[in-house]
């Protein structure tokens, strides 16, 4: 896996699996529904952060090296697929 920044994943990760128990901890504490959905919200934008950085991650180093292979068919099938769980 060609990554630029792992370490920045990493730390982003963390900080949503700390968000993540602050909205199991908000849920435990019968907070506001609606501070609860912000919470999830913020959660799933910053998740998405994530996956754009392994997405170009991927783009420049698998995708890029099997262009240059001539190996792009199957790889391109394979980013079409994941696409696809995305955008539904």
Do not use: S, W
């Amino acid at each position: 896996m060609y990554v630029r920044d792992k370490e920045g994943i990493l730390r982003r990760l963390k900080l949503l699996e700390g968000q993540i128990r602050g909205i199991a901890k908000m849920v435990e504490e019968d907070r506001y529904c609606i501070d609860i959905l912000n919470q999830i919200e913020a959660c799933k934008g910053a998740l998405e952060k994530v996956a754009l950085l392994v997405l170009e991650g991927h783009l420049k180093g698998c995708v890029k090296r099997a262009i240059k292979t001539g190996e792009e068919e199957p790889v391109i099938q394979e980013l079409l697929e994941v696409l696809d769980k995305f955008i539904k």
